[in-house]
């Protein structure tokens, strides 16, 4: 049993039970991502091993603080918000699942321990995806394909928020890697707006993005649709 | 290889709005997670369910309270003086928060770090300590004619800038902590 801070224990205990929904629901969004990313560019779509999901992901990192089994180090993550720390945690969680995948499916690449939480393990979950690019277990085409699908993606946003000029102004900088304050100073216009600009841009962009992530329909949409029908 | 980077930086970026996901409020991560296909409610509720049982696996363990800053040190044949001394405050800084009429959340980490040094105690029951509601003024209780009232709590610095018994030197020593400060 691992030892746990009292002052962490006591700030776990203090939030509300709307923060903890805010931070689970941000870490599913974040660990969505970090999937995708890993297993995306591994060619192998959204599969977890063990079972897992961006859900469980969550779940496990937010137990993991509360058994002391991953330690709240207030220098490295200060302040009272748990988000940092949750969030190099699931970090870590896919890391090691990709990496403990990766060991099973090509042999070849030895010299990873499983078993311990490295502070790293995103770069050597990189590694690991580099290794099997340059051993050809990743199929070249695939990475062909990567570029395709995202040039699809971008191409489809672009029409999705064609109408509305402001939208595009924004996500042709956002796509450029732009600060959200340099994003106001090219478009002059304040940063709330910037604020504005990205909400909307999301809220439009969602069913693309949804389509990405290869994500099923929200069950309200569908019976949209099958009313419309 | 440039393609498999150019490919990753591309998603990296189309997708930073979802690594900054902990910006977002409640109602647009819900409204998020909803477009991306999840059932929120059931999830939400699956969550608060482990929630409850994490905590009650979880207990915050019971901690002996301090009787008081001055009280540790009186013991330790430390006077209010000795203690602004051993720990770099002054004896009006020390007052304060022996007092707790210093915002909790204001005191440095530091300065917690310190005082549990000179009393030879655990920063946890510093921190605990000083988390409790303010105290009264023992002379003011039995002087005022009035109901005794408690002062209002103020930030630690702006005690440290307020203080003129603290020397120049302590004071820059105090002050620069500041920047170390999460933002609150």
């Given amino acids: ?229 | 290889m440039a393609e498999n980077n150019n490919a990753k930086k591309m998603f990296d970026t189309l997708t930073t709005w979802m690594d900054s996901a902990d910006a977002m409020n409640l109602t647009q991560l819900r409204q998020v997670r909803r477009a991306m296909g999840d059932d929120v409610e059931k999830s939400e509720r699956g969550f608060l369910a482990d929630l409850a049982k994490l905590k009650a696996e979880n207990p915050i363990p019971e901690v002996q309270r301090i009787e008081g800053l001055l009280v540790i040190a009186k013991r330790l044949g430390l006077d209010v003086a000795g203690l602004a001394n051993q720990t770099g405050l002054s004896v009006v800084l020390i007052t304060k928060l022996d007092r707790r009429l210093i915002r909790p959340l204001s005191v440095p980490q530091r300065v917690c770090r310190l005082l549990a040094e000179a009393l030879n105690t655990a920063v946890e029951l510093i921190v605990e300590y000083l988390q409790q509601s303010p105290m009264l003024a023992t002379e003011a209780s039995f002087r005022a004619k009035e109901n005794p009232r408690i002062q209002e709590q103020q930030d630690f610095f702006e005690a440290v800038r307020s203080d003129r018994s603290v020397s120049e030197e302590r004071r820059s020593a105090l002050l620069a902590l500041e920047e170390q400060q999460p933002p609150r």
């Fill in chain 1, 1 to 229: 049993m691992d030892k746990v801070d009292p002052e962490t224990l006591r700030l776990l205990h203090g939030y509300t039970d709307e923060e903890w929904l805010t931070y689970f629901n941000a870490l599913v969004t974040i660990a969505k991502r970090e999937c995708k990313k890993r297993y995306w560019r591994t060619g192998r779509g959204g599969l977890l091993p063990q079972g897992h999901s961006p859900e469980t992901i969550a779940k496990e990192a937010i137990t993991r603080l509360f058994s002391g089994k991953r330690t709240w180090n207030q220098e490295e993550y200060p302040g009272p918000s748990p988000i940092g720390i949750l969030r190099a945690t699931v970090e870590s969680i896919v890391g090691d699942l990709v990496r403990s995948e990766d060991h099973k499916r090509y042999a070849a690449l030895a010299g990873h321990s499983d078993d311990r939480e490295s502070s790293d393990a995103t770069k050597e979950a990189d590694k690991l995806v580099q290794k099997a690019i340059g051993k050809h277990l990743v199929q070249p085409a695939l990475l062909q394909d990567h570029l395709y699908e995202i040039k699809d993606v971008i191409r489809r946003i672009r029409v999705t928020i064609g109408d509305r000029p402001d939208l595009v102004a924004y996500f042709d900088l956002y796509m450029q890697d732009l600060k959200r304050s340099e994003i106001a100073q090219r478009l002059g216009v304040s940063l709330d707006r910037v604020d504005e600009l990205r909400k909307q841009f999301i809220e439009r962009a969602l069913d693309v993005y949804r389509e990405f992530f290869d994500a099923p329909q929200p069950a309200n949409d569908k019976e949209a649709r099958l009313a419309r029908n």
